[in-house]
Nanobody, 123 residues
Framework: QVQLVESGGGLVQAGGSLRLSCAASGRTFSKNTMGWFRQVSGKERDLVAIISWSGGSADYTDSVKGRFTISRDNAKNTVYLQVNSLKPEDTAVYYC????????????????WGQGTQVTVSS
């Protein structure tokens, strides 16, 4: 079993930056692909970024490419999402998720989810 705890969200103005963190505990030796998702109230939860266990493969949804960067530090059992040049439309609850698959491609199903951290971007 894997537990995920997100942190780093907050209120920022458009153009600002945050670094979101997701700390994993439990079965920390598993080779998990990690993903970041976001959800706006009343809408579907959408994939933002994904990174393989090795960190060698990553992908992003088109709307965040060039602005967001996913990374991981397996020694710390932590995955990060650096969010830059934030726009009001980035406002959402951001969730991290873990897959039991070590491969980012093809996109895996996700087995564990965090509780989310709120990112609010004002104009």
């Amino acid at each position: 079993q894997v537990q995920l705890v997100e942190s780093g969200g907050g209120l920022v103005q458009a153009g600002g930056s945050l670094r979101l963190s997701c700390a994993a505990s439990g079965r920390t030796f598993s080779k998990n692909t990690m993903g970041w998702f976001r959800q706006v109230s009343g809408k579907e939860r959408d994939l933002v970024a994904i990174i393989s266990w090795s960190g060698g493969s990553a992908d992003y949804t088109d709307s965040v490419k060039g602005r967001f960067t996913i990374s991981r530090d397996n020694a710390k059992n932590t995955v990060y999402l650096q969010v830059n040049s934030l726009k009001p439309e980035d406002t959402a609850v951001y969730y991290c998720a873990a897959s039991n698959s070590p491969l980012a491609f093809p996109p895996p199903s996700y087995d564990y989810w965090g509780q989310g951290t709120q990112v609010t971007v004002s104009s």
